[in-house]
């Protein structure tokens, strides 16, 4: 059965709380070196109204996948995820 967003959006602050980041510059992102965590969050997002960039990259010999919240996305990102205060901080 499909999650509320309620309870989706606790699972997306788990995450991002310990996987995810933010940049200095606001920039919400993940990376993980399965393409199928990466490929299954952004379904998720996209499921709930975030749509996300998708980039492969070399990183110390391994392939790292990542995404991020697409700007235009980023209030609705805020309005389903709760994140630890500094990370929070930021994406202001």
Same mark, same amino acid.
């Given at each position: 059965s499909e999650l509320?967003?309620?309870?989706? $959006?606790? @699972?997306l602050s788990g995450l991002w709380d310990s996987d995810g980041s933010v940049s200095? &510059? $606001?920039?919400a992102s993940f990376s993980s070196r399965s393409e199928k965590m990466v490929s299954e969050l952004r379904r998720? !997002? =996209?499921q709930f109204g975030?749509?996300?960039? =998708?980039?492969? &990259? *070399? !990183?110390? $010999?391994?392939?790292?996948y990542e995404l991020y919240v &697409? &700007?235009?996305?980023k209030p609705r @990102?805020?309005?389903?995820?709760?994140?630890?205060?500094?990370? *929070?901080e930021r994406l202001q």
């Open positions: 509320s967003e309620e309870a989706t $959006g606790s @699972f200095k &510059r $606001g920039d998720i !997002l =996209f975030v749509e996300t960039s =998708f980039y492969q &990259r *070399q !990183l110390h $010999g391994h392939t790292v &697409r &700007r235009p996305w @990102f805020k309005e389903l995820v709760s994140l630890v205060p500094h990370k *929070q």
